[in-house]
């Protein structure tokens, strides 16, 4: 059951982290722009996700939203078998809120290099975006790596939020556990023992990475 709910656990922090760093990493940029109404729309982003609690956002994701989606829609939502119909809300829920701090690592990343490095691109002929493909971000994500290597852990920590809707990921597996078999300290210690071993590997994962770039 441990590994069954650490196999959830998993499954749903990598896919929320893709959507964090994409989404992240495309705010971030938006908040560097020279462009005062792509600065506001991206500082909106992260005040909104920022500022409410996740436990509150895994509510409005899993109960509110097919309530505003299209009837047809949100019928198909309600109606998904589990566990997919706690998974989908769980993964947008983590990977919306983990950006908003994904961008703002970005966004320090970017504005921590000399100005004279967007500068030097612009005078060798490149756009914007291609200042930023080629110039910007590959140098600002090799500054950035220590703190979004935290991030990554505080998704798999995080995805134990997912119990309050139903989710049975590894918190929620030793829950069910203990209610079972009364063996309370031994089903959370087990779930303990899990999230520090998958977390050691991440960072270990990330300290190779961190080297080769």
Do not use: D, H
């Not at 109606?79 to 989908?88: T, V």
């Not at 291609?130 to 910007?136: A, F, P």
């Not at 990554?152 to 069910?176: C, D, P, Q, Y």
């Amino acid at each position: 059951l441990l590994l069954f709910g650490a196999g959830w656990t998993l499954a749903t922090a990598l896919l929320a982290w893709a959507i964090a760093l994409t989404v992240g990493a495309i705010v971030g940029v938006i908040r560097t722009s020279p462009n005062p109404w792509l600065v506001r729309l991206g500082n909106a982003y992260v005040e909104l996700f920022r500022n409410i609690p996740l436990l509150v956002q895994m509510f409005l994701w899993y109960f509110v939203l097919p309530e505003l989606l299209p009837r047809g829609l949100g019928t198909w939502i309600k109606q998904m078998p589990p566990p997919w119909g706690a998974y989908i809300p769980a993964v947008l829920c983590l990977g919306f809120f983990t950006a908003a701090r994904v961008a703002e690592q970005v966004k320090a990343g970017i504005q921590s290099l000399p100005r004279g490095q967007g500068m030097a691109g612009t005078a060798l002929g490149l756009t914007l975006p291609q200042t930023y493909r080629y110039v910007l971000l590959p140098m600002a994500f090799r500054i950035v790596l220590p703190p979004l290597t935290s991030e990554f852990m505080n998704v798999i920590k995080n995805s134990s939020v997912a119990l309050t809707i139903g989710l049975v990921e590894l918190t929620a597996a030793a829950r069910s556990m203990q209610e079972f078999s009364f063996q309370v300290f031994e089903a959370f210690t087990a779930a303990t023992t899990i999230y520090i071993l998958v977390n050691v590997i991440v960072v270990f994962g990330m300290r190779v990475l961190e080297r080769r770039v």
